[in-house]
């Protein structure tokens, strides 16, 4: 199993920059892809950018050009360096995992930004 834990959320002014980290540990040679997702207050989760063990990297439109995914695998982690932040983009961000097939959440960061 993998254990996930995210930190670097916090409160940021519209317009600025926050990066997230994922710090993976457990049996995490299994891993093949992982990622950042986010829940708004009263929305689904949704997607938010992957990136796999080989280096490919997906993201939603909505945040394409201004979030940039990014893993070491060598150091068990990953990044999701935000720029050019908006009030649409506060939610809870959470780290996923990919463990062959079984889907790995951690705990959640809270990303707020006023506008």
């Known amino acids: 199993q993998v254990q996930l834990v995210e930190s670097g959320g916090g409160l940021v002014q519209a317009g600025g920059s926050l990066r997230l980290s994922c710090a993976a540990s457990?049996?995490?040679?299994?891993?093949?892809?992982m990622g950042w997702y986010r829940r708004a207050q009263g929305k689904q989760r949704e997607l938010v950018a992957t990136?796999?063990?080989?280096?490919?990297?997906n993201y939603a439109d909505s945040v394409k050009g201004r979030f940039t995914i990014s893993g070491d695998y060598a150091k068990n982690m990953v990044y999701l360096l935000m720029n050019s932040l908006k009030p649409e983009d506060t939610a809870v961000y959470y780290c996923?995992?990919?463990?062959?097939?079984?889907?790995?959440w951690g705990q959640g960061t809270q990303v707020t930004v006023s506008s």
């Open positions: 457990g049996h995490i040679s299994s891993i093949n892809a």
């Open positions: 990136i796999t063990t080989g280096g490919t990297t």
């Open positions: 996923h995992a990919d463990w062959i097939g079984y889907d790995f």
